[in-house]
Nanobody, 115 residues
Framework: QLQLVESGGGLVQPGESLRLSCAAS????????MGWYRQAPGKERERVAF???????NYADSVRGRFTISRDNAKNTVYLQMNSLKPEDTAVYYC?????????WGQGTQVTVSA
């Protein structure tokens, strides 16, 4: 069983930055894909970014150029660097991992962007 624990959320003003971390309970080296999703109040969960085991990354159009996903296999951790944050980035951010047919989720961390 894989457990994912997010951290790094908080309240920031528009234009500021945050870095989210997702710590896994075991090695992420073999995981096919890890990523970040978010869910705003009243909206469906949407994929923000993912990174594959060979380092290929993909981003939602709404965050491309502002967010950067990375993984540190030695620390079993995935990061999401979020720059130039906007109020519409406000959501609960969830870490996700995919291994074969199994999906794993973290408990989520709140990000609020407000003046």
């Amino acid at each position: 069983q894989l457990q994912l624990v997010e951290s790094g959320g908080g309240l920031v003003q528009p234009g500021e930055s945050l870095r989210l971390s997702c710590a896994a309970s075991r090695s992420i080296f073999s995981l096919a894909r890890m990523g970040w999703y978010r869910q705003a109040p009243g909206k469906e969960r949407e994929r923000v970014a993912f990174i594959t085991s060979i380092g290929f990354s993909n981003y939602a159009d709404s965050v491309r150029g502002r967010f950067t996903i990375s993984r540190d296999n030695a620390k079993n951790t995935v990061y999401l660097q979020m720059n130039s944050l906007k109020p519409e980035d406000t959501a609960v951010y969830y870490c996700h991992a995919l291994q074969g047919a199994y999906d794993y989720w973290g408990q989520g961390t709140q990000v609020t962007v407000s003046a």
